[in-house]
């Protein structure tokens, strides 16, 4: 079984518009972290990411907290996380995929990782993969209480939809959205066979420069921007969603606005190792034009993903475009009053 359990990814979910209704149904918090299965045997453990990567030594401190559990044999299905003042830092995590070992301890001593967990897939050696997610939420609480140690958290759970649509409108930062599982569904690793709902928000952002496509001379993607604190337009993220016959008039628009710097905070960055100059290169524009864009995460003051075009904003003064009208990260110490004891 052990074989057999490492080699499969977690299980998965689907993206719907809202939340299933009627009887029958847990919801969770949809973490914004690293998921992984956390495997203990004796004083081995393994943490496997999503994608079947080996996780364990970019996270030493969890390691060392799960081998001080009580109970020396079980597989939990889990998220990471670290908190960084009094916010979730999914940039704090990203930092730890480094490959000098000296750094990782250091980060570990200074921003400790926990480990959220959510399923309980096995435990001494009894394999809960085949028995209904009531049985295993049952059986995840009572292992919480007899194993818990710094480090390691209970991810809460609802069978009530009124109490999950609350989180889902505090989602956004910590919370990535909720889950919805069938209380009678077995574990099913790879499938998707959740039901995942996400926050979705709008912003008016500054165009501040824009991308040339990679194998034309007509727009790729529109840079955008949000004025800080101080009055700088900051780079927050971008949208490639332009409609194709539009794209040739646009071009003809932006370049008729190319003037530097167009970002004059936080502007987007040069080459990496995963880009080319090519791919990196943009156009700064005079900060006229605003466009009103579909998002769903913000983490360090920026867009995670993509956004998606929805109109441009003539009627919409530049300088309004702020960061005031993004929704606020949820705090760590919000977690009480969110979710009660």
């Known amino acids: 079984m052990k074989k057999e359990l490492d080699t499969l990814s977690p299980m998965e979910a689907l993206l ?108 001494a050696s009894e394999s809960l993969v085949d028995r209904p997610l009531g049985d295993r939420r049952a059986a995840l609480e009572q292992f919480f209480a007899a194993n818990a140690v710094p480090g390691m958290r209970l991810s809460p759970a609802t069978t009530d939809r009124k109490a999950a ?11 990535d959205g909720v889950i919805a599982k069938r209380l009678d ?31 034309k001379r007509e727009v790729g993607s529109l840079l955008l921007g949000l004025y800080n604190e101080q009055g700088l337009l900051d780079h927050v993220g971008f949208t490639s969603a332009i409609p194709a016959k539009e794209r040739p008039a646009l071009t003809k628009e932006l370049e008729l606005l190319i003037e530097p710097p167009g970002f004059t905070g936080s502007a987007p960055g040069g080459p990496s190792r995963w880009n080319t100059e090519r791919s990196m290169a943009w156009e700064p524009l005079n900060p006229e034009l605003v466009v009103e864009v579909r998002y769903d995460q913000v983490t360090g003051r920026r867009f995670r993903h993509g956004t998606g075009f929805l109109r441009w904003r003539p009627d919409k003064d530049p300088n309004q475009c702020t960061f005031e009208q993004l929704a606020p990260e949820l705090r760590p110490s919000e977690l009480k009053e969110l979710f009660g004891p």
């Open 16 to 123: 719907a518009a809202e939340l299933p209704t009627g009887e029958g149904w847990q919801y969770e918090p949809k973490w914004d972290g690293f998921r992984c299965l956390a495997r203990r045997e004796g004083d081995e453990v393994t943490l496997t990411s999503k994608s079947g990567k080996p996780l364990a030594r970019y996270f030493p401190e969890v390691v060392d907290m799960l081998r001080g559990t009580t109970q020396k044999r079980f597989l939990l299905d889990g998220e990471l996380v670290i908190s960084v003042g009094d916010a979730l830092s999914f940039d704090a995590l990203q930092l730890r995929l480094h490959p000098a070992e000296s750094r990782i301890r250091k980060l570990a001593g200074e921003t400790p990782a926990e480990l959220m967990a959510f399923d309980l897939l096995e435990v």
């Open 185 to 215: 569904l077995g574990y099913r690793f790879g499938k998707r066979a959740m039901i995942k709902v996400k926050q979705q928000r709008t912003a008016d952002c500054v165009v501040g420069g824009f991308r040339y496509a990679e194998k």
């Open 165 to 175: 649509l609350g989180w889902l409108h505090r989602s956004g930062g910590a919370l």
